[in-house]
């Protein structure tokens, strides 16, 4: 009798994907998805970089300001996390050199002209439950702050999480849609593989990453993350913090942010004078840019 048990419950966990098993003894049993794993394996690989990381905090005061009265007069909801990431693309086109290149060997750097983003966002699940997938924004320097707004609230209603990627070479896609599914050696094989070729590992998961968890939670943290890519932003908490603002100390809405660097490529000096153009630009330049709020009164 015990033994059938058992069958019925590893049958019953094997044909699950994601769904919890409740065990008699007490304890429940997730399976971890493929792409969990697959997650894990990119972690992995991303070790062997030569990581260096920077912290600072800026204030957004003025930007959620404009987002919340766009929203009191629109109706229309802005991704606090599309602005992030446009502002960090604009930045990071002023500086392609090196910060959107990647290495090819020991004598070689590509320097892209596209700034592809890689973020994470949250898809509902059938059940309710919320996922974080990975999706990647195309020539995100070209983009509006409503565009981008829009794309990431589509990508989220998406209904197969493969096509959330914003890829439209055919080859690429199917590869993105089975790496995850394929066997750990094959994995292994097309991983190392992506992150040798520079125009591959352009196309499955772009040139420059923004990992966005400091969006789902409250209070000020700042992160260390492991990446792929040559340069990530880390988006820690928020929290309002008394700040020097026109000579009176008020308080201002505080974020942390967290740029992660591949020091084989990237070094101090251009590091420092892109980490100052991006505190510039989030706290002063995008305001009246046509690219940024702006763009929220058009159309």
């Not at 048990?5 to 019953?12: P, R, S, T, V």
């Not at 059938?126 to 974080?132: E, I």
Request: charged share 30%; with cysteine.
């Amino acid at each position: 009798m015990m033994k059938e048990k058992k069958k019925k419950y590893q049958k019953e966990l094997n044909s699950s994907t994601e769904m919890e098993i409740n065990n008699p003894e007490g304890y429940q049993i997730r399976r971890i998805s493929k792409m969990a794993r697959l997650i894990d394996e990119f972690t992995s690989l991303s070790k062997k970089k030569n990581i260096i990381w920077s912290f600072t905090q800026v204030d957004v005061t003025e930007a959620r300001e404009k987002i919340r009265l766009h929203f009191k007069r629109t109706g229309e909801k802005i991704s606090f996390t599309a602005f992030i990431i446009t502002v960090f693309a604009r930045t990071v086109a002023n500086h392609k050199y090196p910060m959107n290149a990647m290495r090819k060997g020991k004598k070689k750097l590509y320097v892209f002209d596209d700034v592809d983003v890689m973020t994470n966002i949250e898809r509902e699940l059938p059940d309710g439950s919320k996922k974080p997938v990975s999706y990647t924004i195309r020539k995100a320097h070209t983009k509006t702050l409503k565009e981008i707004s829009q794309e990431l609230r589509e990508a989220q209603k998406t209904k197969h999480i493969q096509a959330a990627s914003g890829q439209k070479n055919a080859l690429l896609k199917k590869v993105a849609k089975n790496v995850h599914k394929s066997p750990k050696f094959m994995r292994k094989l097309i991983l190392n593989y992506m992150f040798k070729d520079p125009k591959f590992k352009k196309s499955a998961m772009g040139t420059v990453g923004v990992t966005a968890v400091g969006m789902f939670g409250s209070g000020m943290g700042k992160m260390i993350h492991l990446t792929p890519h040559t340069l990530s932003l880390g988006v820690g908490g928020m929290e309002s913090l008394p700040t020097n603002y026109i000579g009176e100390i008020v308080l201002r809405d505080q974020i942390g942010l967290t740029i992660a660097m591949d020091h084989a490529i990237i070094d101090g000096a251009p590091a420092a004078r892109f980490f100052h153009d991006l505190r510039q630009m989030f706290m002063y330049f995008c305001h009246d840019a046509d690219w940024c709020f702006k763009s929220l009164d058009n159309g």
